[in-house]
């Protein structure tokens, strides 16, 4: 299994980033997926989630309407959009899976800052 992730960058405030994370090594249509970040000297959390059939759930009500979780099966893909970003983002951001264990990742840095 493996899990890599892009499209980390410095931002603004108020920019968009949309993040990717490339699967390989298991049916990805088959599995949810989901992303994670870790800011630091913080815990790593929950961000968004999406089932293999679309749906998606959101941690807390400071992503939601802001991020979209998506996923490409036929590119085996997931996608984090992330809209009018706030300094408080700034987190590395890992997509995770759980295949029989749980695959992270290496991680994308999102920095947001003027």
């Known amino acids: 299994v493996q899990l890599v992730e892009s499209g980390g960058a410095l931002v603004q405030p108020g920019g968009s980033l949309r993040l990717s994370c490339a699967a390989s090594g298991f049916t990805f249509a088959s599995h949810y997926m989901s992303w994670y970040r870790q800011a630091p000297g913080k815990a790593r959390e929950f961000v968004a989630g999406?089932?293999?059939?679309?749906?998606?759930?959101y941690s807390t009500d400071s992503v939601k309407g802001r991020f979209t979780i998506s996923r490409d099966n036929a590119k085996n893909t997931v996608y984090l959009q992330m809209n009018n970003l706030k300094p408080e983002d700034t987190a590395v951001y890992y997509c995770?899976?759980?295949?029989?264990?749980?695959?992270w990742g290496q991680g994308t840095q999102v920095t947001v800052s003027s």
């Open positions: 995770k899976v759980t295949y029989r264990v749980d695959y």
């Open positions: 999406i089932t293999s059939a679309g749906g998606s759930i």
